[in-house]
């Protein structure tokens, strides 16, 4: 049987990492008003699930279980909810891991926008048989926000977008 010296403990020790899912891009333009789930993971780490502590940190406060922004702990884990989230839920979080001492953060940037919504929907729209049908929509959206028409679940090409205030966009498609 060969015990661990103090030096080859800490190499296993330190070979952990923290893991974020969703991450990246997939974090950003949220659309708001929805639940929204974020998971901090240990990976990599084979000791009891007792020596590990994971948090979730806004402006330098630990996000505690309970209320509309809550934790869930799990063993080796964390999950950050945000209930409804809104726009103002954007912002810089971090996950902390301590472990035997040791602790790594990993941040994590989330943001949240305004849903788009319909003004002034047209619900029908019929055109005579041989004639060219012009649809159109407003959309009440932030810059960035993509809008496509679909018809019988298949994306139709491309549409003619014009802003009509930086709230608002006119959308045309024709075929």
Not at 22 to 45: A, H, I, M, Q, T
């Amino acid at each position: 049987m060969h015990l661990l010296s103090d030096p080859e403990k800490k190499s296993l020790i330190s070979g952990w990492s923290i893991h974020i899912q969703p991450s990246g891009e997939r974090l950003l333009n949220r659309v708001s008003g929805e639940n929204f789930l974020v998971v901090c993971s240990v990976k990599d780490y084979d000791g009891p699930a007792s020596n590990v502590q994971v948090n979730w940190i806004r402006d330098n406060e630990v996000i505690r279980a309970g209320g509309r922004i809550m934790t869930i702990e799990k063993p080796l884990s964390s999950q950050l909810m945000i209930v409804r989230a809104r726009k103002e839920d954007s912002g810089d979080y971090m996950c902390q891991v301590k472990l035997d001492g040791q602790i790594k953060v990993e941040p994590a940037k989330i943001t949240f926008i305004k849903a788009p919504k319909f003004v002034e929907p047209k619900t029908e729209q019929h055109p005579e048989d041989g004639t060219t049908a012009e649809i159109e929509c407003k959309v009440d959206a932030e810059p960035g926000v993509e809008i496509f028409w679909q018809f019988n679940g298949d994306t139709l090409g491309e549409c003619e977008c014009f802003v009509t205030n930086p709230n608002q966009r006119l959308n045309q498609w024709k075929s």
